[in-house]
C-alpha cells in the first residue's frame, strides 16, 4: 500500500461544477498537509495548505480529517483554468526528506 | 526575485556521459531535494539535504550523486550509471520550520533530460 494515495481520475466535470478529490495517507505521525497544482509539463506549484479546522481560500476549500486519515480539496464554480493534476503531499515534520507526494489526481474542466 | 533556478531547462545527453543539473535558491532555505518525475507518473526523490555538506539517499538515488558545499546550491550528477535518465527533474527547497506549514517544499522550473 502507497504511503499517499489519490484517485488519478481523470476527473472531466464541465464548467462551474463543483468537484471534490480525496487523498489518504497512511502514517498516523503525519503532521503537515498540502494540495500542489501540477500544469503540464511545469514544476508543481503549492495551491494551499491543509488545517485541521479547515481552510479555504476563494472557491478552494480543503480539510483534514486525522480519524479516517484523509485530506480533501473541494472546488467550488470550476473555471477552465482549474485544469490540471492535482497532488497531495504529507510530512512528517521531524525529518526534512519526508515529504511524500501522492501521484495526483487530474482534473480537466470543459466548457 | 527570490526563488530557485535550476539550469539547464533542456539538456540531451549521449549514452555513457555523465551530466550536472544547477540548482539554485536565494530564500534562506535549510533543506533542498531533488525528485525526478517520468511522463503521467508522481515524483520520485532522488537526494536530499537538510544541512550544508551532509545529504541523504531518496528511494531512488543509484545512478546519481549530490554536492551541498553551500547552502545555496544543491547541483545533481546523473552518472553513466543510471540506465534510463530520460526524465523531468525536479529541484525543490524548504525551510526546517516546524509550525504549522513546517517543511512547505517550493520548486524550480524544472530540467528535461533526454539521453540520445
Known amino acids: 500500500r502507497k504511503e499517499v494515495e489519490q484517485d488519478p481520475g481523470p476527473f472531466n466535470v464541465p464548467e462551474g461544477a463543483t468537484v471534490a478529490f480525496n487523498c489518504t495517507y497512511s502514517?498516523?505521525?503525519?503532521?503537515?498537509f498540502f494540495w500542489y497544482r501540477q500544469d503540464c509539463r511545469k514544476e508543481p506549484k503549492l495551491l494551499m495548505s491543509v488545517y485541521s479546522s479547515g481552510n479555504e481560500d476563494g472557491r478552494f476549500t480543503a480539510q483534514l480529517n486525522r480519524a479516517s486519515q484523509y485530506i480533501s480539496l473541494l472546488i467550488r464554480d470550476s473555471k477552465l483554468s482549474d485544469s490540471a493534476t492535482y497532488l497531495c503531499?504529507?510530512?512528517?515534520?521531524?525529518?526534512?526528506?519526508?515529504?511524500?507526494f501522492g501521484d495526483g489526481t487530474t482534473l480537466t474542466v470543459k466548457p | 526575485d527570490g526563488g530557485i533556478t535550476q539550469s539547464p531547462k533542456y539538456l540531451f545527453r549521449k549514452e555513457g556521459q555523465n551530466v550536472t543539473l544547477s540548482c539554485e535558491q536565494n530564500l534562506n532555505h535549510d533543506a533542498m531535494y531533488w525528485y525526478r518525475q517520468d511522463p503521467g507518473q508522481g515524483l520520485r526523490l532522488i537526494y536530499y539535504?537538510?544541512?550544508?555538506?551532509?545529504?541523504q539517499k531518496g528511494d531512488i538515488a543509484e545512478g546519481y550523486s549530490v554536492s551541498r558545499e553551500k547552502k545555496e546550491s544543491f547541483p545533481l550528477t546523473v552518472t553513466s550509471a543510471q540506465k534510463n535518465p530520460t526524465a523531468f527533474y525536479l529541484c525543490?527547497?524548504?525551510?526546517?520550520?516546524?509550525?504549522?506549514?513546517?517543511?512547505?517544499?517550493?520548486f524550480g522550473e524544472g530540467s528535461w533530460l533526454t539521453v540520445v
Open positions: 525543490a527547497s524548504s525551510s526546517l520550520n516546524r509550525g504549522r506549514d513546517g517543511n512547505t517544499i517550493y
Open positions: 502514517n498516523s505521525a503525519s503532521q503537515s
Open positions: 539535504s537538510q544541512i550544508v555538506n551532509d545529504f
Open positions: 503531499v504529507v510530512n512528517i515534520n521531524t525529518n526534512a526528506g519526508k515529504s511524500t
